[in-house]
């Protein structure tokens, strides 16, 4: 399978940056640059994971059916891609025990975690557990994924491309089936921990 061309964003040079003082702009605009220089970091994986600590994501859990049984894992990266095909994305580290079977695997199910499923999140993300025994609900759904109890909303999909992203891959697939109409709230990572929306 052929990965998509990543298209390559255009760099604009003509207007100004937004930490950058415009000429003319004065001292305390210059002084205000000076301050962005001052605690600014070069970028590296520190930097981005430090920043990425910051923002506030959705938990779910990615399915699949390995050649020794049912494997799973917790995912922070889950993105909607499109509409019309209804495309979603995540990411899996090549090093990881899960990526054979994700590799493998022509079809995938991606479950919403509510937040009274802060215990389940956290077993996904835990190397070595036993994932799919007693507590855990689950049951073998369209084209034997397994398919989770009590989530918010799940989808089987298909996967249609693979990119190369360092020790990462990509995965883009396209939803096939799903359910939607789970009850609760969504569960959110921040902070480096499994958190409840508060209003």
């Known amino acids: 399978m052929t990965a998509p061309t990543v298209p390559t964003v255009p760099t604009f040079s003509t207007a100004p940056s937004p930490r950058t003082p415009r000429s003319g702009a004065g001292a305390g605009a210059a002084a205000g640059a000076a301050a962005f220089t001052d605690t600014a970091r070069p970028g590296s994986p520190d930097l981005l994971r430090s920043v990425f600590r910051q923002h506030a994501a959705g938990v779910a ?50 479950h919403i975690l509510g937040e009274h499923q802060r215990e389940l999140a956290g077993l996904f993300a835990r190397s070595g557990a036993d994932r799919f025994g007693p507590p855990t609900g689950w049951a073998a759904g369209p084209h034997g994924v397994p398919v989770l109890d ?46 409840a929306l508060r209003d």
């Open 61 to 110: 859990v990615i399915t699949a059916q390995g050649a020794g049984g049912p494997v799973g894992f917790t995912a922070t990266s889950l993105n909607s891609v499109s509409a019309d095909p209804p495309l979603l994305s995540f990411t899996i580290g090549t090093g990881a025990s899960t990526w054979p079977a994700v590799r493998d695997s022509e079809y995938l199910g991606v």
């Open 150 to 195: 009590g989530v918010l909303a799940w989808l089987v999909c298909r996967v249609v491309a693979r990119v190369p992203a360092g020790e990462h891959r990509v995965i883009i697939a396209e939803a096939v089936v799903g359910d939607p109409v789970g009850e609760g709230r969504p569960l959110l990572y921040h902070q480096g921990r499994f958190n």
